[in-house]
């Protein structure tokens, strides 16, 4: 990491960055910038010892709670004011990082696509054309271009993913459990987990290191190993689909890039172990196909019922869904997922981790307007079986397309692997260019 501001500078440094990116999709709240450079000033007078992150200004999710800030989860009609910050942003504030607002998401957290807000469409960081990869949009856009030095998203089907990808920046998909969802609005309870967005994998490992801890108000938190960058095996086995299941929609790009990234990690000596890809897969079609949307339903149920019409109208078709499922459709999926899970268990006697493409295919606005559900499930082929399977996941760009773009890929290890991700990740990232 490049040497850091003082609190009041990076405040600074950020608002005028937000004035010169001018994209008023990005966050949907800012607090005043008089008010923020006080608490900066304040901080600065306590200085950084004992802080980690001083100096660091950070962006959050607005289904995340922060104090003083209203959480809307891109829903004008669900707002309310937290009486307190989330349990993961606390930890980060008290490490000395300031938050700068609240970003912009896929209403709900129901999308990977980065486009189904009424507070408009982020710009991506890279290309205006592109989506910016959803749900958590704005995080992801605030980071890659340069606003905030990290960002928290949150992740279920690839939203800490994906986004990563279309930016060309690091998304730390934490194992469940690691950092507490106290705080956070849930979208399928069972699957969801805050992430990181960040410049750097070290970045990302340093937030995520002071973000993770148990939480006991929290019923799905664990206990697990400290997230920090660990130690390889002396001989790495990375699997990853054969040619025949590797599926990039007609994007040529993508799948020469995907090629060229698996060179650059056999260059690093891990070992290329061909897998068997349609149980991972097959996991995958389970979380849009299957009952899983229930959980959608129920995290929004007095609102949907209520007032259906606060509903971005792709958003209301996707969760409405779910009032034709029942209890026995729900067992069965269960079923089928645990009989998935014992197959796929088996990939970790074969190799350490996957390597996969972060995007099958970087679709443009104008072509997921066009065809909203399709291409959003398009863009979950490598991201949605990993929290089905309760799997640990990095996305970290490394290489560039014949186009210009960054290519991405998504390290993913069992629960608890987060360190060795990490650890391989840094190894194999491309490194972004200094913020200036």
Known sequence: ?????????????AYAALRAWNDPAMFIHLPDEAALLRRAAALEAAGPEGRPLYGLVFAVKDNIDVAGMPTT?????????????AFVVARLEAAGAIVIGKTNLDQFATGLVGVRSPFGVPRNALRPDLIP?????????AVGAGIVDFALGTDTAGSGRIPAGMNGIVGLKPTLGLFSATGMVPACRTLDTISVFAGSVALASAVATVAAGYDQADAYSRRLPAPAPGQRPAALRIGVPAPGARHFFGDAEAEAAYAADLARLASLGA??????????HAVARLLYEGPWVAERYAATKPLIEDDPGAFHPVTLRIISGARGLTAVAAFEAMYRLADLRRVAERIWDEVDMLAVPTVPRAYGVAEVEADPIALNSN?????????????????VPVGRRG?????????IGPAGTDGLLAGFAASAETPRPARP
Not at 73 to 85: D, H, V
Not at 273 to 280: A, F, K, M, Q
Not at 379 to 395: K, P, Q
Not at 403 to 411: E, F, I, K, N, V
């Open 379 to 395: 863009l979950g082929t490598y991201t949605n079986f990993v929290n089905l399977l309760d799997l640990a996941a990095i996305s």
């Open 73 to 85: 989860a891109a829903c004008p009609a669900f707002t309310y004011a937290p009486a307190r910050s």
């Open 1 to 13: 990491m490049s040497e850091r501001l003082s609190p009041v500078a990076a405040v600074r440094r």
């Open 271 to 280: 070992t290329l172990v061909e897998i068997d890809y349609e149980p991972l």
């Open 403 to 411: 186009d210009g773009l960054p290519s991405s890929l998504t390290l």
């Open 133 to 141: 990869g959803g749900s958590s949009s704005g995080s992801a856009t």
